[in-house]
Structure formats: C-alpha cells, structure tokens
C-alpha cells in the first residue's frame, strides 16, 4: 500500500497560463479595447464589415498567430488562437469582431499542413498581412451536419476542374478573395466509402461563376452569412489541397480546433454581457439604492460568473491536450458545449438585469445576446454536441 | 500549463479505490449503514494507514496536499463510503499545529472535529464564550462527526478575540445528541457545553477557519464529483442493459441526452475542483473565490444529476434494494454540508464587485 | 366558463381534510411507516366511509367523479398519509362492473389492484397468458399495493384479445414479495403468478385499462400538487421564523423568489389538475392529451419545487426527525408513479401531430 | 361526516369558453391570417407600422372589444380581449401585431371608466373605428417600477395645465394623435401619501412641445418604442380624466388587466413559434429521415406544449376571475410569469429545432425569439411578479 501513498508532492496540475500567453492576452485586450461597443453598434446595424478593426489586427501581426513563421506567421498554438479570439470578443466586439478573423486565425490550416509550398507561398503571407480575405465553402443546404452528403462537384477537365453546387452559412463570402471549397469529386454513391471521394481547392471567388446571396440573419451582422450558388467555376488542378479524394480527411483535422475557438469566442461574449451586467447593476440606483445590491440579482450574476469560469478551464486543458499532441475531442466537444451555454446564459442575465433598458440596442447587451444565442446552434447545435459525447464517450447506442 | 494529475497521484487514486473495493464493497457498507454503526470501517482505514494523506508531514501527516485530500474524497463517495469522521478530521487538524501528542493521537484514531454546524460555512460559525477558568458554555447544532468525535476543536471569543480551544469530548461538561441524516454515510450530532473545560490552541483561529473554510468547499465538492461520476456510471450501465419498446433505452435521444449532460457536468467539475484545490493549495489570491465557485457550481450540478440519475433508472431506482439512493442522497447532502451554494454565491457575487 | 370547485368538493375537501388531521397527524403517521404496517389507517378510512367517495354509484361508491377522487390524492398526499390501496383500488374497481359481490367486498376493505408494474402508464403493461383452464402464469414487478391486495385484475391476452381477469391474492398459484419504497406512504410488491386459478371479468378490457391510464395520471398529478403545496407551506413557515445575519430568511430576495416559484408551481397545478379531471370526467376528445399534460408537467414541477423546498430548509430538512423529507419523497416518487414524464411526453408528442 | 360527503355531482368546472368566445377566436383567427409572416417579417425589417393589419381589425370593429355600446364598442370583458390579443399574436403576426392595437382594446379603462362624458363622445368612437391613435404615457427613466416616483409635472395656469418632463419606453407615440398622460400636480414630497398628487390627461401628443425619439432596439421594430421630451405642453382642465391628484387610483384598476392581456400576448406568440417547430420538424429530412422523428427534438416540444396550455388555463382562470368582479392580482401575476416563460422558452425551442435555419429571418422564429425575449421584462420583470407574488401572496418580509 504504501508505494502507492504519495510523498511530499510538487506543484500538482498547473493551472497558470505561461508568460507569452499572458502577454498576448494582455496586447489583444488593449488593441482591441480601441473599439468600443458604440463601434460595434454601428457596424452591426449598418451591416458593414469592420475593416478599421480587421486592419489594425493584420498590422498588428494577430491574424498570423497560428501560421508557421517561415510564412511570416508566428507559429503559436490553438491556445494561444482561442485566447486571441477570447479576447477579442469578450472587448464587447463579440462574434462581429471574431468572425471577421476567424478564419484567417485558423481556417487555413488545412493549407499549411496538406498544400502545395506553391500554394503556401502563394496565400499564406498575404492572409497573414491582412490583404487575403478567405471563407470557408463547406455546409451544404443537404448535407445537415454529415459532411459527406455534400453534392457539390468538381469534374475533372484537363488540367482543371469543373464546379457546380450550393453552398449555405458561407460566413464573410461577399467579403472574401477566395473561399476553402469541400467538392465532391466522386458521387456518394459511387464512393467506396462514405469519406472518400471529397475534395479540397483554395481558389478565387469568381463573381461571374459563383452567385452569392446574404442571408437575413438576427445577429452578427457585421459579418455577412452567405449562400453560395456555384454555376460552372473553373479551377485549376494547381489550386487543389493535397490528393483528390482526401479532402474529407483535411477538413476533419479542423473540427476540434473549431468546436475551441467557437468556444472561446462563446466565452469572451459570456464576459462581456457580465461585465455589461455588473457595471449596470452598480450604475442603475432606484430609490437611492444601486439594483446591483438584490441577491435576486446578484446570484444569478454570481452562477454565470463560476459558470464561465467552469467552461472556461474546460476549454484551456481541450487546447492544452490538443497542442500537446494528445486525443481531444471529449473536450473539445465538452468545452463547446458549456462555453455556448454559459455564455447565452450570461448574456441573457445581462438582459435581464438591465430590465427594460436590455431591450434597446443602445446599451449593447441585446446584441451579445442575439450573438451569443447563434453560438448553441453554429458551427453544431447543443443537441449535436450530446450525440457525439453519448454514443463516442459513454458508447450508448445509435439514437432513435 | 499542465493539465493532468502527477503519476504519483494517479498511483495513489488507483491505489485508494482499489482499496475501497476490497474493505468496502456496497454490500459491506449497507450491512454498516443499517446497523448505524461505521467504526469498522473508520479503524480499518486508520489502520491501513490512509488517514494521513494529504496532510502535512509537519502535522504527521504523510505529505500530500489537498489535491491528494480531494482525490480521496472523490474516491470515498464513489464508493459511498463513510467519510464524516475523516472529513472532520482533515478540516480540523490544521488547529493541533505543534501538538505533537495530539497529532498522534488523532492519526491513531481520536477523531477531532471542528465545533461548528456542518452546514454552515465554518469560518462564519458563531464562535461560543470562555470564561476565566477557561470553561465553556453553548449550544453548537448539527456538528459533523460531532457524535463520534473524540477531541473538539471550538472557536471561541477570549477577550473580543477569536481563539481556538480544545475540548475534551469526554468532559462531563459535554452532552451530544446523534441526529440522523436521510444520507446515512455521513453523522451529525447536536453539541452542549456545559462548563466544560478547555485549553488554549496555539494557532491563529481566524487564519485557521479560513483555511477551513476554503478546504471544506474543495472537498465537499470533490465528494459531490465522486457520487455523481458513479451515478453516472450506474445510469449509463442501466441504459445499455434495460430495453423498452424492444430496444436498449440508452438508444433512446432523450435518455442519451440526460447522460451526455451528466458527463458534461462531471467534466466539468473535475476541471474545477482539482483547479480550486491546486489554488488553495498553492494560497493563490484568488483561491476562495476558486473554492466557493466549485462548491457552489460542482454541488449544484451533483443535485440536477442526481435527479437524472433517478429519472434514468425509472422506479427501479426508488426502491431500497438498488444503490442508486445511496449517491443520491449523498449528492443531495453535498449540496448543504459546510454551506449551501446560495451561501457561497454570495462570497463569488463579491468576487463580481457588485455594490 | 367558470372557475372554481363546487360548494359542495369545497365541503368535502374540508371535511376530508379535517378527518386526516384528526386521524393520521404526522406523528402517528410516521409510527406506521417505521412499523411498515399502515392497515390501521386503511381500515379507519374504509370504516368512516372515504373509500366510495369518487367512485360512480354503479360501481356501490357515493357518487361524484374524478375530481372528487383528485380532491382524495390531493388532500391524502398534503397529509403524507398512506395512499397505495386507495389509489390501487379506484383504479382497479371499474373492472369489477356488473359484479355486486366483489364490489362489496371491495368496499368493505377486500383491495383490489390492477397486475401491472407501478411505473409504467397502466394500459401499456406487457398483458399475461391465460391458459385453457384459465389459469395465468407470469411475472409482474412493482406492483402498486401488491403486497396487501386481496384480488388481482390482470390484464392477459385470450384467443388475441386483450381482456380481464380476476386472480385471488391467496391462491396458491400466487407468490409475492414486497419491495421497499424511498417512499414509505406508498408500497408495492413483485408478484408471480404461477398456474394461478382466474375467472373472467365481463368489462371490455382495453376500455377499462385506457380509463385507468388517464385517471391515474390525473390522480397521480393531484398527489403531487397536495406533496408540492404542503411543501410551500413548510418552506414558507420555515422562512417566516428562521434567521440568518439577524433577518429573517424569507427577507433574502433569493428566498422569496424561489418560494414565489413553487407558488407559481403550485397555482399552475392546481388549474392543470382539475382541468384534466373535469376533461377525464367529461370524456373530451382531448381528455388523454389533459392527463399527459398534468402528469408529465405536475410531477415534474413537484420534483424541482421538492428540491427548492430542501434547500429553503437547509440542513434541518435532510434530519430524519423533520417532516419535509416524507413529503420529498412522495414528490419524487410522484414523478414515475404511473409511468415517467418522458412516457407522458410521447403522448403529448403524438398530440403535436410530429411525425 | 356524511352530510359533507358529495352525492351524485353535476360538472364542476367549467372550462369550456363560451359559443361567443369560440366565435370571436375564430373570426379573429380568420382575419389575422390574411397577413401572414412575409408581411410580418417586410414591417419589422422596414420598421413600419402595420396599417393594413390595423385598419382591418378597425374595420371589423375588432378595436372596440371592450368599448361599451353606447360608444360603438362591443362590451365585451377581458376574457375576449385576451383571446383576441391571444390570436392576433398566434397568427404569427406576434407583438408587432398585437402592440399595434393592444391600447385601443384597454388602454381607454380610465377613460371609460373616470372620464368625462365630452371626454369620452369625442375619443371613444374613434378608437372604436381606428381612426384615433392613442399611445399610454406612464414610464419614466427615473421612476423604475414605482409609478409614484414620476416627476413629470402639470402646473395649473388658468383654464389649462403646463406640462414638463420626460417619458420613456412609451409604445407606438410616433404613430399617435394623442397621448394618456399620467403627471404629478403635486410633487412627490408635499403629497400626504406617496399615491397622491398623480394626475392623468388625454391629450394631443403636439410635436412641437414634444419630442419624439424612438429607442433602437432589439425587436418588436414594426412598433416604435420612444422617449418622450416635454416641454412646456399646454392642456386645457377639460383634457384631465376625473379627478386632479387621483390619477394613480384610475392607473392602479388597469395593471392587472394589462399583465393579463400581455400574458395573452405571449402565449400566442410561444403558440406561433411551437407551430413553425413542428412544422419544419415534419418537413425538414436529414438523410432520408424527418427531424420530428428525434426524441431529443420531440420531448422539448411536447414540454412546450403543455407548459403552454397550462399557463393558458392559468390566464383563463385569472380573466374569468376579472370578468366575475373578482380579486385576480394573484392570478394575473402568475398568468403573465408562466405565459411569458412559457412563450419564450416555446420560441427558444422553436428556434433551436430549426438548428442554423432559426437565426436566418427568413424562417420567422428569430423574430418570434426577439419579440417573446421582451415579455420577460415588459410591462414588468420576471423578478417583480416573483417579489409581488412573495411579498403580497406568500406575506414575505420585505426584500434585502
């Protein structure tokens, strides 16, 4: 027995994040505090892309974060991507500010790991500089959320290919140079398997072949969400990512580094909307006595704060395994889903403890929570989110 | 960053669990529970010599910290183990600081306890009065392990200041009164001092209690972790055995959903409590405000689990022969011991800077 | 339209309400429990008469319906007071149509009770065998009142067809074991039946069972509003004397509003309940839809508003010396007595017309 | 015992609404579906009043519900309203719809019932046939919930009064010819009791000493929502409704009919939202297979349902308590809690199920979820009927 009692022990689990990524968090935060809430109002009634912000980042060298250095990026990991994000949402830019980054931060991964040094070269720098603008041409109308049901297809032509279908949630497509486009280049039903046969292309968003059409949407809308109607786009064998067929399998790679960075942006929200909450609760005084002194205020403030606070350390060791090479997706998945909840959750609190005035635009809460809501249903719904941990954690068998 | 427990605490989880398996199977502890009378298993476990893990060497203990405690309190209740005794006692102990006789004793079996309600959080316990003689006198309701103990640890006011004394449970001044608990695996009882004599401990009593305090969250919690990771393996077992309608009811969504939530809440608590412990351990300024949010949040999430729990076993669950009741109660029990989470929120709501 | 009970349910739950607090308070109720022999209260109820109340004066009852019997769970359970008989038998006796003698001996006190598991929605219960001499052979768990009924109506399967047949409890073809509740006011047993002698029972089967799964949801339902209503009162009474930081609790807005959210509870039941009742009584289209409704939402509602209760109380509602627990239990028992929301919801599903 | 004993008994409650009820619901139901959500979701994004809705129900005598006879309304009770307000907003046409009528249907109670016969002949017809616009003048920044606290001033001069302050939240004033002032004649500290002092006009909201400015806010945008400026508003005596200083009393006999007929409000809106659910649960098939058919989809839907009808009997039984002369604070309270629960959580719900679709505009949901979102904080919080209900009902001390 007692080999296995432990002697005196050193520091156990350690919790603290390391200098540089204290740093970075530190630098976002006060780069993109230079925008404040009236900023992001503005935009997000205008419906108009907020190019001052994504600009000031490119300078500011962010959009690079995760790019590999010989690429002029600064090669960092999925942690230090999601406290970016983190961050710049919970500024109170919230999704706006994220999704106009989103991508550039990690969307391209798929290119550094599995495309042509060509097409490194060629792209990397310039997503890095701010000049490139890309979106990611994946969810079919069809398809729900199995991706390999997608209909879209590439047909070989000479030395290019032919592409026809829809595409729908395109975010920042009419904003966007080029999008990340999943084809088929073998019918489902032709294919052996059911993820063979997808292929991937970074190529141009040709305006004459693609039709893109913005989609009506109740939040976020400094950030176009997109159909895309693909009539005949021509693209050269050049701009295809690694082999044909095996696109299916790149894109996978990204799934978890998504479901973090959704997280991390579902939780820089949840901070906002408290911080939003707290400074409301000790402004707002009726009849000499600030509302924020009510415990039926108080409490529910106080649970969302451990609540955020509990999704986030879940979410830090999902990115702590993944860029330590370890399995993450019963993390990832579970960060995802306690990162959206607490962070609608707090959102809404938000609204409710400014009572009446939550309602109006002008004291920004309404707009974390439109935004935060979209989070438990993009880029997979709550209920998604279940499936996967029943049946691949707990291995119960398939629904009904 | 470092996100997983040491080899060494991970030998020492296996160790203790297998442990409990072996001395303590469920049959084995209903037999206890029934006959309300858990001795057996408290000597065994000083005996086997698990009593001083996680606690200083400097208190003879055998080293370790409140990670390790918090590894065994997950582990005593996930077996439903009895644990009043020896939570009442790592909460205490900290108080016989430089008693080497003491220290001895108590890890040789003389449980102390602290002198305070064990649903209150300890360090706001009303302290009781002393007079000249050092002789004291109060009521102190519903003390954890307070039937059983041996040694009170109580807080007491000596001239507007706040001490800490030792009462010998056996002083003709002492009258306890056994109160029984719905979860059987831990004791209360209600304290009388009478004049009962009392010496001075040489520890500064509010540092001491606060400490108390902030363990006692971690470690409540951390039991609240263990009996809702069991249930959990109960609900999930139950689903893949039990058909309805001709099929396994775990392929039913809405039973797949009520466990996956479950996992998530054990997901995260296991994250938070082992994050709270770690920072009361390593006295990280924040490390109360990281206590009360696991108490709080983890002993919550215990309850709303413990009613999946029960809602996925159907009846089956509510009768006495099947264990599930066992963790529920516990869970339930969780939520109160050393203060509900409303009383916690209320340290986390100043952690907020709210007015 | 129009919204309230009768004068005359309104006499009639006062009267009934007054004779429980004459005959069954608390402190004998739990002399029964721990004794695990309520037959004195059962005999006491048949004695003075309650027994026919609700049931239709074709079946030897004293008239009124269904509310009348709702008006009976809902008082029966505010009293904590044994009810597994009662309900058994008004569920069970409309079987007995047509047949003088037994509906005699039932209201003489002679139980009878339906032979289906107590958890699951009574007319979905898997029907037994019945052979060529008509003796039945099979195995039912969980029979509500199994363990003290005196006659058995038991659903099996003839030439195809669903239909009833009466088994005595005595025969020796029976064989039953009583299973332990959490819940003591309500008992039942696992009951075997092997080549148990039965006569055939001239009531269209599937009629009386799907009459059966409405009121049981409908009573079901009013027992957990007379658990939950009773439960507001304690926590209420509780929060108006307890202090904390020298005001009373029932001061903290956390306290009023989790009180005012049983309260809502509590009036959202009480509408919902006697709607289904009426509805059941009046035979509306929609009437099993209402009872889904009522069972699934009430019991649900009785388990939140069970734990909002414990936590009011704090640590005093988990000693076994208060009262809170009994009704607790019965709340959450509430809850899959009679099959589980999630089976209610199924119907309530069917009523969206989803595919 | 015998004698309280019931012998045979006749039906006990009664839930049936009566033949008129069922005829106004239809009817109601019948002409608010001439506008269907497209003409719903144009108003709301172009910000406009619905006056087509509008002048239809005017010309089916809708608005004069509860206007007596003699002034060209129908006399009905508050049970009618509700049902109308109930199945105005079921339409899908939700608080756009209702908002846009809801204070021609009660808002004139002072009027009718403390006004003066002039008073009445000159404004009650034109409510009753929708050419009168009135919007309701109670709410100020300052005041909170505490209608007593208003400092908004009437100063006797002559014949007329003087009136300067400031108003907010106040509903469809953009759209108004006239406005129920409520105003303090004497200030809050020289009144003998808090409830004092208040006096109530209806008056010409006359621009050029009043102004207008709408709130942006998050939904319900066919219907302004607007601050009011007043300065120096001249009313002539004759505009005042019954006596100065009794404005409270008169204000006082509306608030629970407005939390009923909110509540109405609500359940149609969450009956609305559940409709759409179900709808595309039926129509939406992912992999050959509809939605509808996932228990994880179908069990929250059910709880919806019955979440809602029992809020509605709740209402019903409140309304039929009003109606009966009877008290019905409790009720009423509890009705407006569980109908504007239930129809958000219906609306949440509805939204969820239509997983991405649900944030695109297009499918409806999402203005459903922005406009149930503000019955939880308007005409008052959750948290106000909780304290009403605790305070009032279960005699709890008073907060801390």
Known sequence: ?400 | MHWKLSDEQNAYQEAFRDWLAGVAPLSIIRGWLDSDDVSAFESRFVADDWAGVGVAESLRGQGGGLVELALTAEELARAAAPSATWLATVLAVPALAGRADLLAATFGGETVALLVPADVIPDTAAPLTVDASGAITGAVPRVLAGGTARRFVVPARERGELVLRLVDAQDDGVRRTRRRLLDRTRSIADVVLDAAASEPLSVDGTQVLRDAAARAAVLVAADALGATARMLELAVEYSKQRKQFGVLIGSFQAVKHAAAMMLVDVEAARSVVYFAAASVAGADPDALLHAAAAKAQVTAAGVRDADSALTLHGAIGYTWEHDLHLFYKRAKLDEQLCGAPGKWNDLIADGLALV
């Open chain 1, 1 to 400: 027995m007692v080999v296995a009692k432990p002697g005196r022990m050193d520091a156990v689990v350690d919790f603290e994040l390391t200098e540089d990524q204290q740093t970075i968090r530190k630098a976002v935060a006060e780069l993109a505090a230079k925008f404040d809430d009236e900023y992001w109002l503005a935009k997000d009634e205008a419906h108009e892309f907020p190019t001052e912000f994504y600009e000031a980042f490119a300078r500011g060298g962010w959009l690079g974060i995760t790019t590999p250095e010989e690429y002029g990026g600064h090669g960092f990991g999925i942690t230090e991507a999601a406290l970016l994000l983190e961050e710049v949402s919970a500024s109170g830019g919230g999704m706006n500010a994220a999704s106009s980054m989103h991508l550039s931060i990690f969307g391209m991964h798929p290119v550094i790991v599995h495309g042509s040094e060509e097409l490194k070269r060629e792209n990397l720098p310039r997503i890095v500089n701010g000049d490139l603008h890309v979106c990611f041409g994946v969810t079919e109308p069809g398809a729900g959320l199995d991706t390999t049901r997608i209909t879209t297809f590439a047909r070989r032509d000479g030395d290019d290919y032919v592409i026809n279908g829809r595409k729908v949630w395109i975010s920042k497509a009419m904003e966007s140079e080029k999008v990340l486009l999943l084809t088929r280049t073998t019918k489902f039903e032709d294919a052996k398997k059911k993820t063979d046969g997808l292929t991937l292309f970074l190529t141009d968003l040709d305006r004459s072949k693609v039709d893109i059409r913005p989609i009506r949407k109740m939040g976020r809308n400094a950030v176009s969400s997109n159909e895309l109607f693909i009539d005949d786009l021509r693209v050269p064998a050049a701009h295809r990512i690694g082999e044909e067929g095996q696109g299916f399998r790149y894109i996978l790679d990204g799934l978890n580094p998504e479901r973090m960075l959704v997280a991390a942006e579902a939780l820089g929200l949840g901070r906002a909307a408290l911080r939003r909450a707290v400074r409301y609760g000790n402004e707002r005084e009726v009849f000499g006595r600030p509302i924020g002194m009510n415990q039926g205020l108080q409490f529910p403030l106080a649970d969302s704060l451990a609540r955020l606070d509990a999704a986030e350390l879940v979410l830090r060791k999902a990115t702590w395994l993944y860029d330590n090479g370890k399995p993450c997706a019963r993390e990832a998945n579970t960060a995802k889903y306690l990162c959206a909840d607490a962070g609608f959750q707090a959102a809404d609190r938000a609204l409710q403890t400014h009572g009446g005035m939550g309602y109006s635009e002008e004291y920004h809460v309404a707009r974390y929570f439109r935004e935060a809501r979209l989070l438990k249903i993009a880029p997979l719904s709550q209920e998604m989110v279940l499936n996967f941990l029943g049946s691949h954690v707990l291995n119960l068998p398939r629904s009904y």
